[in-house]
């Protein structure tokens, strides 16, 4: 399997149903806006039955969907998210989580759960619209997502996450993002001041898993 490695930097933001997406060109250097595009992603996350990846701020999932299917674990970092990905391999085509996790991924985590075994842990399913964010030369900066996400307690019966649904908003840079940590974050803070005046609120949870599982804190 051959494995990726990049930075994730973004901001999430709650929004109710009747929240409309801004228009975002004019924020910071984005000229230009693509046509929305959507896309339904499942995702299966997995974790120790002591959830030692998620103590350690650590997301392992398989997800199905989109143009970045595959397998991915996310670790906490400087500056956003460092995300390794491998494709599906095995998983292409079966239902996601049917699957255990490669050894390949696995060993990109043992470090922190040694022995113990990995489980699947919930079921995300998200109708994700995305628009692209360029500037004038047409080269993408960021992408505004609005994710329509419900989810799904794989533990079992017992399982306190059990099923829940929310809408939230993502703003993700891209490859064409500022050079600089300083002007990555004034981009941010353009894009956030219209996504504020448009409805949204900071998000109250981390990640998609964290509020899956009903906690404010967990991987990514």
């Known amino acids: 399997m051959t494995k990726r490695s990049q930075?994730?930097?973004?901001?999430?933001?709650?929004?109710d149903e009747r929240?409309?997406?801004?228009?975002?060109?004019?924020?910071g250097p984005v000229a230009l806006e693509s046509d929305p595009e959507t896309v339904e992603l499942?995702?299966?996350?997995?974790?120790?039955?002591?959830?030692?990846?998620?103590?350690h701020r650590i997301a392992l999932r398989v997800r199905h969907g989109g143009g970045d299917a595959g397998w991915t674990v996310?670790?906490?970092?400087?500056?956003?998210?460092?995300?390794?990905?491998?494709?599906l391999g095995a998983a292409e085509g079966?239902?996601?989580?049917?699957?255990?996790?490669p050894g390949e991924v696995v060993?990109?985590?043992?470090?922190?759960?040694?022995?113990?075994p990995l489980e699947p842990l919930a079921r995300v399913t998200n109708i994700r619209t995305t628009v692209i964010l360029q500037d004038a030369a047409g080269f993408a900066i960021a992408e505004l997502c609005d994710d329509h996400v419900?989810?799904?307690?794989?533990?079992g019966p017992e399982d306190p996450s059990s099923v829940r649904r929310w809408?939230?908003?993502?703003?993700?840079?891209?490859?064409?993002?500022?050079?600089?940590?300083?002007r990555r974050a004034a981009l941010l803070d353009d894009i956030e001041a219209r996504v504020l005046e448009a409805g949204a609120r900071p998000s109250t949870s981390s990640s998609k898993l964290a509020r899956a599982l009903g906690v404010d804190s967990l991987g990514s």
């Open 7 to 15: 930075v994730e930097i973004e901001r999430k933001y709650d929004v």
């Open 19 to 27: 929240a409309v997406p801004p228009r975002l060109v004019g924020a």
């Open 42 to 55: 499942v995702a299966v996350y997995f974790d120790t039955p002591g959830l030692e990846l998620a103590h």
């Open 74 to 87: 996310k670790l906490p970092g400087d500056e956003g998210r460092t995300e390794l990905s491998w494709p």
């Open 94 to 101: 079966v239902q996601p989580g049917s699957q255990p996790p």
């Open 107 to 116: 060993d990109a985590v043992r470090e922190y759960i040694g022995d113990a």
């Open 150 to 155: 419900s989810s799904e307690g794989l533990r």
């Open 167 to 182: 809408r939230e908003w993502e703003v993700e840079l891209l490859e064409a993002a500022p050079d600089t940590r300083e």
